[in-house]
């Protein structure tokens, strides 16, 4: 958020740097800018704030809302040169019934009264725009306050630092990239799914994620689901997040687990739209393969014979069978 020279980067000039692969904790410093210039600038928006206080005859404790503008000292002195022109004028009056002043001097006090009360009025609008300039200052000085503390940029979540765009001594302006930080815990995964099966998939639904190398997939629900098909390849933009009781493999640190699980890792998952669901399947060892038809030995009545089978979905251990066998029939 601020602007500044970067004075070091992490919790330390030497310590605990900052760059490539740093696993920072959410509130750790990622840099620190030099501050020298920010605390003088506080320092004279105090000094501004005390000032118009002054003015207006308020301490530093003193709290303002409830402030009345006739109590401030300059408009204390307007009134009271009001008051005793008025008085004069009063006594003026009294003298020119008796004769004993003349008609010009009664106008003369008169006029000074005109010029007393204009005076307070003034003085009554100074007032309300000393307290306005007072509201001012405070914003000016919170302003300061929040870019010195702004010059502490820290990570605003945990995660890795992918990379690192500058050095110490650098003067960034803001909105200047200092680091890219990955969040990597909880990760997610996002898939395309394919028109013809996007209209099976639901929110909530368990997904198997399986990572080349990995012994064993990670579990995950759907938690996104994009609201539209994309033109391009005609497929469905969907995101599985962690579920709360997975463990992915590695050891978990504080930006997430090391260190098999990485930001832009390859995948294939299966989405388990019906778990209920039953199939007819035979071991991958049972099926043959020739001149490009796939046929079991399937015996019946003491023999065996061969039997062309329609293949479906297949793992290591089992292929699916949509056609060819029923349910109880015995295989070699």
Known sequence: KGAGRIKSLGSGADQNPVDLGSEVREGDVLARLETEELKLRVEQAESQLEQVRAVLGLDKSADESNYDPSKAPSVVQEKALWDAARDNWDRAKALERET??????????????????????????GVA???????????????????????EIRAPFAGV?????????????????VVA???????????????????????????????EGEPRPLEAVIARISPSVEASNRSLTVEAAEQAASEPPGQAGPGGPEPQLRRGLFAEADIHVDPDARTLAVPRAALREFAGVEKVWRVSGG????????MGRQNDEFVEILGGLSDGDVVV
């Open 181 to 211: 930080l990955v969040k990597v815990n909880p990760w997610r995964f996002r898939a395309s799914v394919p028109e013809r099966e996007a209209a099976a998939v639901r929110l909530g639904q368990r997904v198997s994620i399986h990572i």
């Open 100 to 125: 004993a002043i003349t008609a010009e001097e009664v106008q003369q006090r008169k006029s000074l009264v005109d010029v007393a009360a204009a005076r307070y009025e003034s003085a009554l609008y």
């Open 129 to 151: 725009e000393s307290i306005a300039l007072l509201g001012a200052r405070r914003a000016e000085l919170g302003l300061a306050r929040q870019a010195l503390k702004d010059a």
């Open 161 to 177: 630092v992918e990379q690192r765009y500058v050095v110490p001594g650098a003067y960034v302006q803001v909105g200047d990239p």
């Open 303 to 310: 023999e065996a014979a061969e039997q062309p089978v329609e």
